[in-house]
């Protein structure tokens, strides 16, 4: 891993952001504000752990910082490289002239190309990347349904903050089962899944709390639809116990962030010659 120098002012670092402008972005140690709390990675979109650092405006995990801190120097020698030999010209039979510069893209004459469209099979190796991060995904909802519900009833504690861990747990689990690939449904997808597991754990813990307190007699397979929508609007209905239990809500809300961010579509990196 290159070293990462911790200098405010040291221009360093270049994503695809600043590709057009070939300027790369400089990379810097996040100030003490964003070395707190739970942050995301722009890049990878992963939680952040340990050290964070900027690359530009964005806040970066160590190793996208790094990365960043590679990509700028090979931009340094490929301008290097251009400077001293220009840009190069290729042709393809049909395809027309293509001029690439040292960093980034070049031009294509499309016109000679004609229209290009998508391999026939593309569609159907998207849903099913979605369908296996579906599964995936409702598989880790349960473990996170179950770690929530077990937790509460054993400690007999609501620890709102494990929706940060579901969210998360939720988001990875689709994101491994797509094999990297997100973007809105994905998104959706983790959203839905990740209230689902928490707002339902409400369920289970309600039985465990009746059964301690005598109602062992009640028939709760015959009560499952009530029981469900119930789950459901139970972060909702715990606001009549105060309006200081909104804070759970907001815990919540980050929790589904989490999983938002988490399954976002990877931002696409203009490619290097």
């Known amino acids: 891993m290159p070293h990462i120098m911790p200098e405010e002012n040291k221009p360093t670092a270049g994503f695809a ?10 990379v810097t140690v996040a100030s003490k504000a964003d070395q707190r709390g739970t942050q995301i990675c722009y890049y990878c979109c992963t939680m952040i752990i340990g050290k964070r650092y900027r690359v530009g405006p964005n806040l970066a995990c160590t190793n996208c910082a790094a990365k960043a801190v590679e990509r700028a120097a090979a931009a340094r020698a490929a301008a290097a490289a251009q400077a001293s030999t220009g840009p190069v010209v290729a042709s393809a039979v049909g395809a027309g002239p293509v001029v690439a510069s040292a960093v980034g893209i070049g031009t294509v004459d499309a016109g000679a190309v004609g229209s290009v469209t998508a391999p026939a099979g593309q569609s159907a190796g998207e849903d099913g990347a979605f369908v296996q991060g579906l599964v995936l995904g409702a598989a880790a909802a ?36 797509s094999k990297g690939v997100g973007g ?44 469900i929508l119930w789950g459901i609007a139970s972060p909702f209905l715990q606001l009549r116990y105060g309006v200081f239990r909104i804070i759970g809500l907001v815990i919540l809300f980050v929790g589904l962030r989490i999983a938002w961010r988490v399954t976002a579509a990877k931002r696409q990196v203009a490619a290097s010659v």
């Open 17 to 26: 952001g600043a590709a057009a402008s070939k300027v790369p972005p400089r």
């Open 142 to 177: 349960v473990v996170g349904l179950a770690f929530y519900a077990m937790f509460t009833i054993v400690t007999h504690f609501y620890v709102g903050y494990v929706a940060l861990a579901v969210g998360w747990l939720i988001g990875k689990a689709i994101k491994t089962g």
């Open 184 to 227: 809105p449904k994905y998104q959706v997808a983790a959203v839905v899944l990740t209230y689902a597991a928490i707002s339902l754990a409400e369920i289970p813990i309600l039985i465990a709390r009746a059964i301690e307190h005598g109602a062992s007699s009640i028939d709760w397979a015959n009560m499952a639809p009530e029981l």
